[in-house]
């Protein structure tokens, strides 16, 4: 596996979590990463991503001021914080990336990103 997320769970609504997006076999520097969930019977979803070149992000409107991404080069990981969580945030979350891109530029569109992790469950419950 070379890219993969961590962190999930059960959480609160209202509470916080944060997601982890690690790669085993390249750097995570060199490419621009993005977030993505999928609900039961709902289709996949990008949230937000973080470019390659200087690490501009990019939200969509609903989790906007919710959701922050951001990179830990020396643990050659991608955060995903997550707060103000309600149960319709529950999903599995996947990360991806996309290489070498050398932009400032990125999207969460699950068509431009070609390495996938393994998903992880966060459950928003009280």
């Known amino acids: 596996v070379q890219l993969q997320a961590f962190g999930g769970g059960l959480v609160q609504p209202g509470g916080a979590l944060r997601l982890s997006c690690a790669a085993s076999r390249y750097t995570l520097s060199d490419a621009a990463v993005a977030w993505f969930r999928q609900a039961p019977g709902k289709e996949r979803e990008g949230l937000i991503c973080i470019s390659e070149r200087d690490g501009t992000t990019r939200s969509r409107d609903s989790v906007k001021g919710r959701f922050t991404i951001s990179r830990d080069n020396a643990k050659n990981t991608v955060w995903l914080q997550m707060s103000s969580l309600s149960p319709e945030d529950t999903a599995v979350y996947y990360c991806?990336?996309?290489?070498?891109?050398?932009?400032?530029?990125?999207?969460?569109?699950?068509?431009?990103?070609?390495?996938w992790g393994q998903g992880t469950l966060v459950t928003v419950s009280s």
């Open positions: 991806a990336s996309r290489r070498f891109t050398r932009s400032s530029f990125c999207t969460y569109d699950s068509s431009d990103y070609f390495q």
